[in-house]
T-cell receptor
Framework: DAGVIQSPRHEVTEMGQEVTLRCKPISGHDYLFWYRQTMMRGLELLIYFNNNVPIDDSGMPEDRFSAKMPNASFSTLKIQPSEPRDSAVYFC????????????FGPGTRLTVL | AQKVTQAQTEISVVEKEDVTLDCVYETRDTTYYLFWYKQPPSGELVFLIRRNSFDEQNEISGRYSWNFQKSTSSFNFTITASQVVDSAVYFCALSGGATNKLIFGTGTLLAVQP
């Protein structure tokens, strides 16, 4: 089975532009998580979904960030407008109902905002 | 509040040496899970182990072993006979209560010199 798939793997954009990151969880998994990794803050959870419903978005830094999960096999994380301080690696992870605490991570999207 | 502390920022060893990575956690939950993840230079996060709070048995997997001690709130990770391929950042993480949120430590960069 394929792992968690994220696209794009790298994104370079200019300040003020909209950025959309995409994630396809492992088939059959019903939990999906978005994390951000920076040198300053380390790995931090932004938001997570259960059965496509957002459960905890307390880690979303501000209103410029939004996440959606329109179906069980796709999620997006959108930043609008982007700022240089949003530069980071964004990871998506998923886990299944039978082992909800075991999260499998995608390869990450490295975002650079100039 | 939940917290994970990895006091060792960087460790450098010579190949074939044993090395222990320390992890101390804080939580008020009675049921919780502890994890170790490996992040090699390529950037992906690789799941290594999960341990629940009711299982204090130490675990060994090849050259890897984990020592969980509730009395000291520690979940240490030992690599025996280290190899260059073990060079990576290692993260300890905690999840507990009614949430699936992973709280990560700041990571330990392990450099294994040939």
């Amino acid at each position: 089975d394929a792992g968690v798939i994220q696209s794009p793997r790298h994104e370079v954009t200019e300040m003020g532009q909209e950025v959309t990151l995409r994630c396809k969880p492992i088939s059959g998994h019903d939990y999906l998580f978005w994390y951000r990794q920076t040198m300053m803050r380390g790995l931090e959870l932004l938001i997570y979904f259960n059965n496509n419903v957002p459960i905890d978005d307390s880690g979303m830094p501000e209103d410029r960030f939004s996440a959606k999960m329109p179906n069980a096999s796709f999620s997006t994380l959108k930043i609008q407008p982007s700022e240089p301080r949003d530069s980071a690696v964004y990871f998506c992870a998923s886990s299944g109902r039978d082992r909800p605490f075991e999260q499998f991570f995608g390869p990450g999207t490295r975002l650079t905002v100039l | 509040a939940q917290k994970v502390t990895q006091a060792q920022t960087e460790i450098s060893v010579v190949e074939k040496e044993d090395v222990t990575l320390d992890c101390v956690y804080e939580t008020r939950d009675t049921t919780y899970y502890l994890f170790w993840y490996k992040q090699p230079p390529s950037g992906e996060l690789v799941f290594l182990i999960r341990r629940n709070s009711f299982d204090e048995q130490n675990e060994i997997s090849g050259r890897y072993s984990w020592n969980f001690q509730k009395s000291t709130s520690s979940f240490n990770f030992t690599i025996t006979a280290s190899q260059v391929v073990d060079s990576a950042v290692y993260f300890c993480a905690l999840s507990g209560g009614a949430t699936n949120k992973l709280i990560f430590g700041t990571g330990t960069l392990l450099a294994v010199q040939p």
